[in-house]
């Protein structure tokens, strides 16, 4: 499974941005579909998951209520919109895949990583 993400950029305080992440290859083996981050000189942190099978989701408690992920199963891609963004959600975006169906908050539950995308938001 190859992972490419898209969508990053610079916005301000408050702005909204959508980030794409579409996967190719053997996408059927594919359960979970989520989304990382990693700050400067942070590790890298679970931002958002949803299963590719009934669309639930789970995120993390900084960004509820802000951000939605959202699957396109036909374009076998997954979806981040960041609402309300502010300058600590500034990171490099992750998309990433698992076959795993009982955990996928984790960076090791996760089998496929695509490349980021930075994603920079000024005050």
């Known amino acids: 499974v190859q992972l490419q993400a898209s969508g990053g950029g610079l916005v301000q305080t408050g702005d909204s941005l959508r980030l794409s992440c579409v996967a190719s290859?053997?996408?059927?083996?594919?359960?979970?579909m989520g989304w990382f981050r990693q700050a400067p000189g942070k590790e890298r942190e679970f931002v958002a998951a949803?299963?590719?099978?009934?669309?639930?989701?789970d995120y993390v408690e900084s960004v509820k209520g802000r951000f939605t992920i959202s699957t396109d199963n036909a374009k076998n891609s997954v979806y981040l919109q960041m609402d309300s963004v502010k300058p600590e959600d500034t990171a490099v975006y992750f998309c990433?895949?698992?076959?795993?169906?009982?955990?996928?908050?984790?960076?090791?539950?996760?089998?496929?990583w695509g490349r980021g995308t930075q994603v920079t938001v000024s005050s």
């Open positions: 949803i299963k590719w099978s009934d669309g639930s989701a």
């Open positions: 990433a895949a698992t076959r795993m169906r009982l955990r996928w908050t984790r960076l090791i539950d996760y089998d496929w």
């Open positions: 290859g053997q996408t059927f083996r594919i359960y979970v």
